[in-house]
């Protein structure tokens, strides 16, 4: 598709007929031609090759997500343990990515302390210097912003989970409820059939029993209520948890966003800093001019003086 | 299928920001979604610094934001005249215009050896001896094998919206019609033009049929643009064989080209709409709008699609419009009550333990929905500023007056003498008196010389510069074919002679009926319009030339004006929101429906367009003292 757009081919023999021109020789000529065709490897440094293996571990992050997506939203695939294996991995991974980040981030202001250090009075380097830094502080922030939308997208997942298993949990409390009066029922059963066998006799036996029975269906009753109330405080656990992954990545996107967003005003402060640097050096050198003057003319009205005096 | 300009135009960005390797998965990619990795073949090169000069940054400015960037691993973008400094590991994405000082300042990069590889993009074609230059200065400094490709990206043009483009060449106008404009700047200028519209031709990969106007420069920019891409066509494979054989004659569209002086009224007068209001009172340059704010900060808006208030109300009057953002304002006032009230607010509210499980959904509701609603806040926020903004010039200059009596004089072709004199003694910057002295020129055929006195005195007591009002009836003295006026002058005898006979009330009934019928009035552009894409004979289009760049050049041959389903309409010198409003209804009204694109040599509002009228009318020579109407 982009044949027609692709200049590239008029350019090398454009090159080539300038070379000729300019008087290359032959070997000249051919090593310039066997460069455009070969690249040469690019150097990497290791900040750069850093990033790149830290942009390798999210996108293999985000192959695993996909893989096993279907295996945890899907109600029937995996039990709940699996799920939850997946989700540790999940966690521990994004833990390394978020450390391989902040390492990153720390060198860069390493390098750029550093730097300052040595460079106090040699402008240029630091110049030199203020593109660089934005540039791996937008690396920094392309990653972060990276393992946020992967991160976020898992989590997703994780609200998806939340929600069935809450759904779950609903229902269950219904059924809960039922087997109360039913155990409630069964219970008064026993009493008549006590009495029917009992003469009235032993009434106090009958009510010692009745009594009995009421404190262990208290004590039955509450432990269901113990037990709901916990299910109901772990949900709203992790309901809470449920961004909680997410939103920590997006905290660190949000801190390098804004070390990026000072380097690259940085770039433009150094211009102006140079621009100041060179008017303070003029109006340096032409106080100097006006001092000097004024010493000349000094020493001139001394001596004019002591003549006339 | 529809054409859509913008979103071919940011496709093709995207995939000269991946480097131009193999489109990225997923086709077209709006400007929206920012969830595309970066995808390339090599995994070396994902990251690099973009450099523009600043006619492409106004290209890329409307299409995406800095965000969107980032995600197509652009770390940093620089202007190309700022002092930059080395970065290596990197490779550099120029973005330019073909242009000497470009190329030189590239050459002087690549041998200073800013960054490890060059991948050079120029915005139109480069021409065979600046790519002779650029090779020359290369090797002279050894740098040649740094520039790893070249592309030609044929991107030269602003497209604002889906359907409306820009070429950006200012002040067209004053040059095409300057009368001391000679004949090579003319061809320069005409060249310009073809150029840019050859871009937006091979973005949307389709060889339309060129109609136009007899005389004039549409005609020069018509049979110029003809030959050009005849020429292109020779050579195979070329840019039009890329969009998968699209020849057959039914799909392809009509090229409409125009010159500004065949309406001029529609660029000169007020209009009460959001969009033209906020273009002409607040400046909308690029779908971005500055506002002063209080303690001098200066805040801007972006204004286009993805804002959902302004793509549906843009087009409403504006005191609907206000309505309109009052309405939001209490929905999104009820629904946050709704939200506090569910996760208990800040009061106390029961917590007991039965609706816990549904106090948790609705705070997780409640936190989902939480960006959406500081979203809408936000966009209320916006437009409520703007409107406020507008209000208070609209009381200032009383720009409510000015449109209706603009109206009533283009629609009804009455005027009420008594409130034209009183708007142009009153309220209002010397452009809206202007404007309006030129718009009543316009209405009429023959306007009465007492009124015409009148109306010039009113304006020198103001102390407004006469010379766009010579110059336009000049130009009206010379060139009898406004079309704009026929229409309404036969509506204006009707209503005439309703009056006469049947007293005050029929006009008012008919005025009524008129506005239920005609939403705005008809333009001349948008009549003639339809007609081209109709195909039917028609008095008022049968003289327009016929271009075919794909029939053979010798004998005529079949000449296909049969009815067309798209049309791609192009103003020379200037061209308005209103004329962008009235065809898109035009393709919106017509059944099957049919798409439009509107495109100018640069998009202006009521105020610069006088001012070009100023400036003609400076060239002339025309005094800003009386002169009598020759007639």
């Known amino acids: ?309 | 299928m529809a054409l859509n300009l913008r979103q071919k135009q940011t496709s093709l960005i995207v995939r000269m920001l991946n480097l131009n390797q193999s489109p990225s998965p997923g086709g077209g990619i709006s400007s929206s979604s920012s969830a595309a990795a970066p995808t390339t073949a090599e995994g070396e090169e994902v990251y690099k610094i973009l450099i523009m000069d600043g006619f492409c940054r106004s290209i890329l400015s409307p299409l995406i934001r800095v965000n969107d960037l980032r995600s197509h691993g652009v770390t940093l973008f620089f202007g190309i005249d700022k002092e930059r400094q080395r970065v290596p590991d990197v490779p550099a994405l120029y973005f330019v215009r073909p242009t000497p000082e470009n190329v030189d300042r590239i050459a002087a990069d690549a041998s200073r050896a800013l960054y490890d590889s060059l991948h050079l993009n120029f915005s139109s074609s480069l021409p065979r001896p600046l790519l002779d230059r650029l090779a020359s200065r290369l090797v002279e400094s050894g740098a040649a094998d740094r520039v790893s490709r070249v592309f030609d990206q044929y991107l030269e043009f602003v497209s604002l919206e889906d359907a409306l483009f820009s070429l950006a060449q200012p002040r067209t106008y004053v040059h095409i019609n300057d009368p001391a404009a000679g004949d090579r700047e003319i061809e320069e200028i005409v060249e310009r033009i073809v150029g840019g519209l050859f871009c937006v031709l091979a973005t949307l990969g389709v060889v339309p049929v060129i109609r136009c106007a007899r005389g004039g420069p549409a005609e020069m920019v018509a049979s110029a643009l003809d030959a050009r891409l005849r020429d292109h066509l020779l050579a195979k494979p070329n840019l039009f064989s890329e969009g998968g054989g699209m020849a057959a004659s039914f799909q392809r569209p009509v090229l409409c080209i125009f010159d500004r002086n065949f309406e001029l009224a529609v660029g000169i007068q007020h209009d009460w709409s959001y969009r033209p209001l906020v273009h002409d009172v607040l400046d909308l340059k690029l779908n971005r709008v500055t506002l002063p704010g209080e303690k001098t900060a200066v805040k801007s808006y972006e204004l286009d699609d993805s804002d959902p208030f302004w793509a549906a109300n843009s087009w409403s009057p504006f005191p609907k419009v206000a309505e309109e953002i009052e309405t939001q304002l209490s929905k999104y006032k009820q629904d946050v009550d709704e939200v506090n009230q569910r996760t208990g607010g800040k009061d106390g509210v029961e917590f007991d333990g039965t609706d816990l499980i549904g106090n948790t959904k609705h705070l997780m509701n409640a936190v989902n929905s939480l960006p959406e609603l500081t979203e809408r806040k936000k966009m209320i926020d916006k437009h409520t500023n703007i409107a406020t903004v507008l209000l208070g010039h609209i009381k200032e200059r009383s720009l409510d007056g000015y449109c209706d009596c603009e109206n009533d004089m283009l629609v009804k072709g009455s005027v009420d003498r008594s409130m034209l004199l009183g708007l142009l003694r009153g309220k209002g910057t010397k452009e809206d008196k202007l404007r309006l002295a030129i718009t009543y020129l316009l209405s009429f055929e023959t306007p009465p010389p007492a009124e015409l006195e009148q109306i010039e005195t009113a304006l020198r007591e103001s102390e407004v510069d006469m010379y766009a009002f010579q110059y336009v009836k000049r130009i009206k003295s010379l060139n009898t074919s406004f079309a704009a006026s026929s229409a309404s002058a036969s509506r204006g005898n009707i209503v005439d002679w309703a009056e006469k006979l049947y007293g005050q009330s029929i006009s008012a009934v008919t005025a009524g009926v008129k506005n239920l019928l005609s939403a705005g009035r008809q333009l001349a552009l948008t009549r003639t319009v339809e007609a081209l894409m109709e195909g039917k004979p028609n008095p008022e289009v049968d003289s327009y030339l016929f271009f075919d760049p794909r029939a053979p050049r010798t004998g005529s041959g079949a000449q296909f004006k049969g009815p067309f389903r798209e049309a791609i309409v192009f103003m020379i010198g200037g061209g308005n929101y209103v004329e962008y409003r009235s065809l898109v209804e035009l393709g919106q009204r017509s059944q099957p429906a049919k798409h439009v694109i509107y495109g100018a040599t640069e998009i202006l509002n009521g105020v610069e367009f006088v001012q070009q009228l100023t400036e003609l009318g400076q060239k002339m020579g025309l005094g800003g003292g009386g002169l009598t109407q020759s007639q």
């Open chain 1, 1 to 309: 598709m982009s044949k027609v757009r692709d200049r590239t081919e008029d350019f090398r023999d454009a090159v080539r007929v300038a070379a000729l021109s300019h008087g290359y020789t032959e070997s000249q000529l051919a090593a310039l031609m066997a460069s455009f065709i070969m690249h040469k490897a690019p150097r990497q440094s290791a900040f750069m090759k850093a990033a790149l293996k830290t942009l390798e571990s999210i996108k293999e992050l985000e192959r695993f997500i996909v893989k096993h997506r279907k295996d945890y939203v899907d109600l029937h695939r995996t039990t709940e343990q699996e799920r939850d294996n997946i989700e540790h991995e999940v966690a521990v991974f994004v833990k390394v990515c978020k450390d391989q980040i902040d390492i990153l981030k720390n060198r860069i202001h390493d390098e750029e302390t550093e730097g300052s250090g040595r460079t106090w009075l040699q402008f240029r380097d630091d110049a030199s210097h203020a593109d660089m830094v934005a540039h791996k502080h937008g690396v920094v922030l392309i990653l972060s912003e990276k393992l946020h939308s992967v991160t976020a997208q898992f989590d997703q997942l994780r609200s998806v989970r939340f929600q069935d298993a809450m759904n779950r949990v609903m229902p269950r409390r219904k059924v809960h409820r039922l087997p109360q009066p039913k155990s409630e029922a069964s219970k008064s059963d026993l009493p008549k059939l006590g009495e029917q066998e009992l003469s009235s006799g032993t009434i106090r036996v009958q009510e010692q029993l009745l009594d009995d029975e009421t404190r262990a269906l208290q004590v039955e009753l509450t432990n269901l209520l113990d037990a709901v109330q916990e299910t109901e405080t772990k949900m709203v656990e992790m309901s809470a948890l449920n961004h909680l992954m997410s939103t920590h990545v997006l905290q660190q996107a949000q801190q390098i966003e804004h070390l990026y967003e000072q380097a690259v005003e940085a770039t433009n402060n150094v211009v102006l800093g140079n621009k100041e640097l060179s008017q303070a050096i003029k109006r340096n050198s032409s106080s100097r001019t006006f001092l000097l003057l004024f010493f000349v003319v000094l020493t001139f009205s001394i001596l004019f003086l002591d003549w006339y005096s």
